[in-house]
């Protein structure tokens, strides 16, 4: 016999997030986190987390996680003023060089290793 019960599950976390409709929660994967972009760890993964977060298609990722939140205790922001960030910055590179002004402003040097662990550059 086919049990069908994620069909319910999917409906019901349809209806508990508002509009959202099943592959858009689905399909949200943000990037791996080891990824490194602009020379800045964690900052790929976290702001398509944020990004996620902003436009309601998080699903069960949360934002901001306890890993999210060293990066963002790192770079002297909270959630709220990451996610203000994210949304004026139309893509990576817009935002990479925005992060790297915000880094040097705060004389902000960021220790990746200590962190995140194990990184790599792509």
Known sequence: MLNFSWIV???????????????????FKPRARGLVVGDIPWLARISDKARAHLEGRI?????????????????KMDGEEFKKLVAECPDDDALIERMRKIL????IELERDLLFGRVKEG
């Open 9 to 27: 599950n999917l409906d019901s976390k349809k209806k508990e997030k508002g509009s959202m409709s099943e592959s858009t929660v689905l399909d």
């Open 59 to 75: 699903g069960d990722y949360i934002y901001p996680c306890g890993a999210d939140q060293k990066f963002l205790d790192q770079v």
């Open 104 to 107: 040097a402003e705060r004389n």
